[in-house]
Nanobody, 124 residues
């Protein structure tokens, strides 16, 4: 089984930055697509960004370009999500996910494994 553990969330002020981490274990991930999703209260889960583990090719969801950057550290089996200039609208639970088939990473149903999520709250 693949285990995903997110960390790095918390309570921040508008304009702050956060770096979320997703520690993966249980398998090798060379052929996987890794993704970050978020879900705000009353809203559907949406794609933030995805990355191919080996190639490093990235995809960003609509309106996610610019302030969001996904990356991975192969040696640490860790995927990161850098969020800059945080806004109140970014408040959500952020989830890490893994697609063992290495798909485009756009749709949540293509992912096999999910972490428990980490809460990001942006408030003054």
């Amino acid at each position: 089984q693949v285990q995903l553990v997110e960390s790095g969330g918390g309570l921040v002020q508008p304009g702050d930055s956060l770096r979320l981490s997703c520690a993966a274990s249980g398998r090798t991930f060379s052929s996987y697509t890794m993704g970050w999703f978020r879900q705000a209260p009353g809203k559907e889960r949406e794609i933030v960004a995805a990355i191919r583990w080996s190639e490093g090719n990235t995809y960003y969801g609509n309106l996610m370009k610019g302030r969001f950057t996904i990356s991975r550290d192969n040696a640490k089996n860790t995927v990161y999500l850098q969020i800059n200039t945080l806004k109140p609208e970014d408040t959500a639970v952020y989830y890490c996910a893994a697609d063992s088939r290495g798909g485009p990473g756009v749709l949540s149903w293509t992912y096999d494994y999910w972490g428990q999520g980490t809460q990001v709250t942006v408030s003054s």
